[in-house]
């Protein structure tokens, strides 16, 4: 659902289009992302862009793990994506980034970090 701000809500993560051209993507606390909850953050991402792929920050600092099925359904749409930064605070959500990584290999960059600020200072650059 789109309010008037433009943000996407969910019951598991809200995104938006940033002011600087950046997508950010917000996973509520302890979600196990599963295949349901990747098609719907891609179908949002989707509605959010003008056709062109756009940076992605993901805040996962606190959740649960992603299926395999999830994982394939990203991979499937990295034409969404010039690069993503993945916020990462605590040792379980590292542990789930280093492995989404090794695992998905996914097609655009991605990088780790401990906050929000490093993740938008890397990201601009890939705004088109």
């Known amino acids: 659902m789109t ?3 433009g943000e996407i809500t969910n019951p598991k993560f809200r995104m938006w289009l940033r002011p ?3 997508v950010q993507l917000v996973w509520e606390p ?3 992302i599963r295949l349901d ?3 719907a953050s891609t179908d949002a991402m989707r509605t959010l862009l003008d056709g062109r792929p756009r940076p992605l920050l993901v805040d996962a600092h606190a959740t649960g793990a992603v299926d395999k099925l999830a994982r394939t359904e990203y991979a499937r749409h990295s034409d969404l994506v010039s690069a993503v930064g993945l916020i990462v605070s605590t040792p379980l959500s590292r542990m789930t980034g280093n492995f989404f990584l090794r695992v998905t290999k996914p097609e655009s ?3 780790l970090f ?3 600020a490093s ?3 890397w990201l601009i650059d890939f705004v088109p």
């Open 114 to 116: 401990d906050d929000e």
């Open 30 to 32: 302890g979600v196990a």
């Open 119 to 121: 993740a938008a200072a």
């Open 3 to 5: 309010d008037t701000s």
């Open 20 to 22: 600087d051209g950046i």
């Open 37 to 39: 909850d990747a098609i």
């Open 109 to 111: 960059l991605t990088q």
